[in-house]
């Protein structure tokens, strides 16, 4: 086997939509469903410790941009402060909960407005992790060497599915904690990766030593969803005769019967939480026990998760095991941007690539749980200096 | 939550490691639990007074069996291991007559004494108990800290919620679910103890993967018993 190469993260970039939107006014955004204020909203913005988010949507909840528009701002601005041209870029990958259209793929869109390529694409769809398997793929393609300069994208527009409408069309509406958690968890952003087979010549790059993305779907049922009115209808247990005949939004007669049942609604299963902290704990271990990462090497922690999602016994034994890493390195923003879903991360990472506190030779490592169905990424990167010799 | 004492926040690397394996062992079967069906319907709430009769036949067999290995692996210790034996004996005689617990648990939903104490191994406990009782009879058994790390450990970690979660299923008080409250309470002390062996560096450096592979071998013959109910 040929030597494998390397991949740099070489330059990021983040967008936004609007104004950011304070935990007072959040509700006026996304609209108040049948005018009446929500009873569980403040029990669920203090369990998640947001304060400010953003949205692509307008007083009267119209949109302001497509999902294409949040990550075609994030790659450009990523591109601006890179050292390569558009024309050199030969790998786009983008990846996203939703993208504007049910097909084509929303690289195909986001190439096609940043009017870059011809060029290989990437589409992936999932839920957090998403983002992560975009770049996995790429940081591989760079390191077999087929691709020099990739360009990854995350970018998510949540408030398409949180704005009152939504609900309101929904018959009989009852809102559980199921359907409303994430009306007030998720929000719009985007982010953007320049990923090079080389280092930047002035500045600091991040390499990747290596992606794992661990699924557990196999072991759990779903944890969070939209397409559905029923999450318990797909569990791995039941028997398919047991299943009801309308149970994806696709199989309803009409999209809009889908909606009226409450299909359309996304959903978390609360109690299944619990388990996704456990499974990601299980991923981090192995990563231990496997020697791929010391937990007294890192010197940057930047989860998905804040560090308020560990507790109780599990964050006893992770101390006990030597695994806990300290308060003082975990790294988020997501109090401030929001939980962008897989665009979360980079959003993160943009931040901290920028923020002067990453040194040559430290170690950065990244955590995105995803609780969709239990897919766990981890990724370790290793600060870089630029090829000029100077730091930066 | 029990606090960890000072000495316990500062195991050394070996103890470590190897409690990152056992953690690993654990979260694995902890997943695996989730499956089994009795457990299944507790977890979903549509548990039946049949199901918890069920469950404490079950688990008599292993309880007494139990007491019995505990005993022996502290007759198995030779004089060099004295302060486990110490430790081991004052854990039998913390658990020898639990299963006293599970029978008054048992009259007290309208079970009827006679039929639990004549309750048979399934065959997923006869394999548990001859396991571990042939482990306890070799000499110095500190392998068998890995089959206390599972076994305590579902004391510790679950027996409290399967206890609350049985009292709202049937409506019953936590009179009726003292063994698995008992569990609940108690088992944490017990881990805690469980760490510091770990931590001793005659055992920590020599036996770890022999801990490891116990707590697994223990892990799925535990599965083996919840999954073999009445199958005697």
């Known amino acids: 086997m040929t030597e494998l190469g390397q991949a740099y993260i070489t330059s990021t970039g983040t967008f936004l939509p609007g104004q950011p939107v304070d935990n007072e006014s959040i509700e006026q955004k996304l609209g108040y469903v049948h005018g009446k204020p929500s009873k569980l909203k403040k029990r669920i913005l203090s369990s998640n410790g947001i304060l400010t988010r953003h949205y692509a949507l307008d007083d009267k909840q119209r949109s302001t941009h497509q999902n294409r528009d949040l990550a075609v701002a994030a790659a450009r601005e990523c591109l601006n402060t890179s050292e390569v041209d558009d024309k050199s870029i030969d790998l786009l990958a983008v990846a996203s909960t939703q993208g504007d259209l049910p097909l084509p793929g929303l690289a195909s869109l986001v190439q096609a407005q940043l009017a870059i390529g011809p060029l ?57 904690l199921e359907s409303e958690f994430l009306r007030w968890m998720l929000s719009d952003g985007a982010g953007a990766f320049l990923l090079q087979d080389k280092p930047r010549w002035r500045g600091i790059s991040l390499r990747i030593d290596w992606i794992e993305i661990i699924s557990f779907a196999s072991h759990y049922d779903l944890c969070m969803s939209c397409g559905t009115n029923d999450q318990s209808l797909w569990s791995k247990d039941l028997d398919q005769t047991e299943r009801n005949i309308d149970f994806s939004w696709q199989d309803y007669a009409s999209y809009a019967d889908a909606e009226a049942n409450g299909a359309l609604l ?40 804040s560090s308020h999602h560990f507790k109780g016994r599990i964050l006893d034994l992770l101390k006990l095991a030597g695994a806990l890493i300290p308060e003082e390195k975990w790294f988020t923003n997501l109090y401030t941007k929001g ?9 993160a990472l943009d931040e901290l690539f920028k923020s002067g506190n990453l040194k040559p030779g430290q170690t950065v490592f990244c955590v995105v749980p995803e609780s969709g169905r239990f897919a766990n990424a981890y990724m370790r990167l290793t600060v870089v200096g630029g090829r000029d010799g100077g730091a930066f | 939550m029990v606090a960890l004492s000072e000495k316990e926040m500062t195991l050394g690397p070996k103890a470590q490691e190897t409690l990152r394996h056992l953690l690993r062992v654990w979260l694995d079967f902890e997943r695996k639990l989730q499956s089994i069906p009795i457990l299944r319907r507790l977890d979903q709430r549509t548990f039946t007074p049949e199901d918890y009769r069920v469950l404490l036949l079950n688990m008599r067999p292993q309880v007494i069996e139990g007491s019995r290995w505990i005993s022996r692996a502290a007759s198995s210790f030779t004089a060099e291991y004295s302060d486990i034996r110490s430790m081991i004996l004052r854990h039998a005689v913390d658990e020898h007559r639990d299963y006293t617990m599970l029978e008054n648990d048992f009259l007290s939903i309208g079970g009827n004494l006679e039929e639990i104490q004549k309750a048979k191994r399934n065959i997923g406990t006869e394999a548990l108990a001859g396991y571990l009782m042939n482990e306890a009879t070799k000499p110095n058994p500190i392998n068998l800290l890995g089959a206390m790390f599972i076994i305590e450990g579902l004391g510790n970690k679950m ?74």
Not at chain 1, 283 to 297: Q, T, V, Y
Not at chain 2, 209 to 217: R, S
Request: aromatic fraction near 6%.
């Open chain 1, 120 to 176: 290989e694409i990437l589409t992936t769809h999932g839920v957090c992790s998403a983002s992560m398997m975009a770049l996995k793929s790429a940081f591989n393609q760079l390191r077999v060497g087929e691709k020099k300069n990739a360009l990854v994208v995350a970018s998510e527009m949540a408030s398409r599915l949180l704005k009152k409408s939504r609900y309101e069309a929904v018959n009989n509406l009852r809102i559980d």
């Open chain 1, 266 to 305: 996304i959903r978390q299963n609360l109690k299944l939480l619990e388990d996704v902290v456990k499974v990601g704990v299980d991923g981090f271990l192995k990563l231990i026990n496997d020697g791929k990462i010391n937990p007294s090497e890192i010197d940057h922690f930047v989860c998905h998760y």
């Open chain 1, 339 to 347: 939980n962008t879903g897989c665009a979360s991360i980079f959003i």
């Open chain 2, 159 to 232: 027996a409290s919620s399967w206890a609350c979660a049985i009292q709202e299923c049937l409506s019953i008080s936590d009179k009726s679910t003292t063994f698995l409250s008992y569990h609940g309470e108690n088992d944490e002390t017990h881990m805690q103890k469980l760490y510091d062996l770990l931590d001793d560096k005659s055992i920590a450096h020599d036996a770890a993967d022999d801990i490891v592979k116990t707590a697994k071998v223990v892990a799925r013959l535990y599965l083996l018993q919840l999954e073999e109910f009445d199958n005697t």
